[in-house]
């Protein structure tokens, strides 16, 4: 059980990574939470997915096979980073340990890397497009990370360093070997929040029309998470580092994704794209010639 209060807004919390237990099996809040998520993340798809071109069994198809690749890819990026926590006393790599997920350790990038390959090859083998399918996965995964980072907050983990702000953290952590009360960053909220925001505004584009290429929404939405993912994990104590460089990964490829992302999204914005090129209209003038 830990508590985590908010002292700036009189809030206090007490919390139970457990779920519920069956005999000696747990089921976690952090797997709970993940799960409504991508429970939430597949309704707004095949709900939605008429607006991109995108039919239902298609977008089955690709959650069905990007979902458990994806998990693998955040695996496999959090152990090639932190791989000194899988590691045996001789130094050979634990497999056992790698594959006990049930404890955390999922990188977000490693996921996002992993799916949009397991989408593309999906695309290609149905000859659908892929970019509209981006288009409209980009919103499955800020579904997906906006409920994710409250399975962080049950962990209580992804926080910030010190801070005296209003809406600052209160938690027990342990600094060198003793267990010490710190205010600090509930960066895991910040991320939340910035995803929902930028969920909205997606929305907002395509509720006016604005998406005038497909692969459009992807890139604002690779350029808004990347932007805001590369300033909230400077704040992180927990950031996983690239190899021994002392460059924080995560901000790297934040950032570095933001500015690729808007690169192509003002070039191929200044080529004056035509919206009756749209994966969707297109689809919809091959029925009406039917």
């Keep these: 059980m830990n508590t985590v209060t908010f002292p700036g807004l009189g809030l206090t919390f007490h919390l139970n990574r457990v779920a519920f237990s069956i005999g000696d099996f747990s089921v976690y809040w952090y797997g709970v939470i993940i799960a409504a998520g991508f429970f939430l993340a597949a309704c707004f798809g095949l709900t939605q997915g008429k607006k991109f071109g995108i039919t239902s069994d298609d977008f089955l198809d690709t959650l ?11 695996r496999l990026y959090y152990i090639i980073f932190y791989s000194e926590l899988y590691r045996k006393p001789d130094g050979s790599l634990d497999l056992l340990a790698c594959l006990d997920i049930h404890k955390g350790g999922l990188a977000i990038y490693g996921g996002i890397i992993a799916g949009t390959i397991i989408a593309f090859l999906v695309a290609r083998h149905k000859k659908i497009s892929f970019l509209a399918l ?3 996965c980009a919103f499955c995964l800020l579904i997906g990370q906006i409920a994710g980072r409250w399975g962080n907050f049950v962990n209580v983990e992804a926080y910030g360093g010190p801070t005296t ?12 070997g003793t267990v010490q009360y710190m205010e600090v960053h509930p960066t895991f909220l910040y991320e939340s929040v910035w995803n929902l925001v930028g969920f909205l505004l997606l929305l907002w584009v395509v509720k006016k029309n604005l998406r005038m290429f497909d692969g459009m929404i992807f890139l604002l939405y690779v350029t808004w998470y990347g932007f805001g993912r590369g300033l909230i994990e400077g704040l992180r104590t927990d950031s996983l580092y690239f190899f021994s460089t002392g460059i924080r990964t995560s901000q790297m490829l934040g950032f570095v994704s933001c500015a690729v992302a808007l690169v192509l999204l003002v070039w191929k914005l200044r080529t004056h794209p035509n919206r009756e090129e749209l994966y969707v209209n297109q689809k919809a003038k091959q029925r009406e010639e039917q």
């Design 134 to 136: 981006a288009d409209l």
């Design 165 to 176: 702000l209003p809406w600052r953290m209160g938690i027990k952590t342990v600094v060198d």
């Design 64 to 74: 069905l096979l990007a979902a458990p690749g994806g998990i693998i890819g955040a």
